[in-house]
Every structure is written in C-alpha cells, then in structure tokens.
C-alpha cells in the first residue's frame, strides 16, 4: 500500500517568505508526527497530533512554526518570514491507533520536504 | 525520556554479525528500548523493540541486560545494504501515542 507521502519534496525559498509543507500519512494511521533534521544529526521532534488534535508542540522552536491537521488526515507545517536557519530536513510519520496501554510501537517516516532558504 | 549513549561510528566486513552497542544508564521501569535506522538519506526505519526480554525478529536481534542499563542491537549476517545510521531509543510506554526522541546514532559501515 501508499506510504506516508510528503510534498513538495524540495523547496527553495527565499528569506522573508512563508513555506508550507504538506505531508499524506498511511490511510488509518490516526497519530501524525512532525521532525526537523539537520545534516548529520537525528531527527529533532515538532509536534505532533492524534486525529485531528494536536497533542504537542512543545518542539517547533518559534511561534514562526504552526502545524495543523483539520480533519485528522492530511496536516500541513507552516513556517511564517523564513530565515536560512530554517533551512533542513522536515520528515513526516505516521503511526496506527494506540493499542489500549500501549504505545504503537512503529512510526512510519515519509521521504521528507528538503527545505533551503536563501 | 532516558539518554542514551552511542558510539558514533563502527566497521563490520560483510557476511559477519554486526553488534551495535547502547547504554542507557538512567532507563526507568516504564521504558522501552527501540531501535530505529536511517539508510543515507531515506526517512527512518522502525527495527525492534524490548522491554526487559531478549527479542528477535526478522531484521535483526536485540539482547538487552539484566539491569537494563544497556543493549546491543545484533545484525547477524550484514550486508552492504545494512550501512546506515542505527538510533537507539528509550520510549515510555503510556496510554497513547508518542513522539520519538533521537539521539546521533551509530554510523555503521558495512565493509565488502
């Protein structure tokens, strides 16, 4: 089946502009979860929502950065007045319903948005 | 979520088992031990999974000590498709979904 889809997959902006990223996550998968990666590190946690509702976002580094997900399927991550230290990585996952308790344990990563501000 | 401690970088020959080592000193009982990898610039795969029990699966093995203050990830027979950057995880298990919290991971070369 359809994996987590992201688009655009490469977007140059200029500084001062706003970006949108949009990610699809697997059909079902009710939690959807943004990450920022630079070059050589991990991925680094946004935010993060189950259906519709966003759960945390104790991750975007400014209020520059908002996500949303208005009907709990497709979610899109907003940068406002993007500066060149925005410029990364930004990966999309998406995960099934929790398992009562349990936390679903695999997130699946889509191929992410490579972000460049000049 | 627990720190986790990894050597950067490590060399296995092609055909031999690969042994990735991780400490995670501070786990608290709640905590599992995850694994993920990232093959060069695609997005990061889930490969296993454990609490307290050693467990294996199609992918690979985990063998996680008494104490729980460390693991090692086993790729028993790597090949030059397994170089990657390996992600050792520690993730409390609660009612509902989390977020994953990566550290720098180990990059692993597979050597032919």
């Known amino acids: 089946g359809a994996g987590v889809s992201q688009s655009p997959r490469y977007k140059v902006t200029k500084r001062g502009q706003d970006v949108a990223l949009r990610c699809d996550p697997i059909s079902g998968h009710v939690s959807l979860y943004w990450y920022r990666q630079a070059l050589g590190q991990g991925p680094e946690f946004l935010t993060y929502f189950n259906y519709e509702a966003q759960q945390d976002k104790s991750g975007l580094p400014n209020d520059r950065f908002s996500a949303e997900r208005p009907e709990g399927s497709i979610s899109t991550l907003t940068i406002q007045r993007t500066e060149q230290r925005d410029s990364a990585m930004y990966r999309c996952a998406s995960s099934l319903e929790p398992l009562g308790a349990l936390s679903s344990y695999e997130q699946y990563f889509g191929p992410g948005t490579r972000l460049t501000v000049t | ?112």
């Open chain 2, 1 to 112: 979520d627990a720190k986790t401690t990894q050597p950067t970088s490590m060399d296995c020959a092609e055909g031999r088992a690969a042994n990735l080592p991780c400490n995670h000193s501070t786990i608290s009982g709640n905590e599992y031990v995850y694994w993920y990898r990232q093959i060069h610039s695609q997005g990061p795969q889930y490969i296993i999974h454990g609490l307290k029990n050693n467990e294996t699966n199609e992918m690979a093995s985990l063998i996680i000590t008494e104490d729980r203050k460390s693991s090692t990830l086993i790729l028993p027979h790597a090949t030059l498709r397994d170089t990657a950057v390996y992600y050792c995880i520690v993730r409390v298990q609660s009612s509902g979904n989390t977020p994953l919290v990566f550290g720098k991971g180990t990059r692993l070369s597979v050597i032919a």
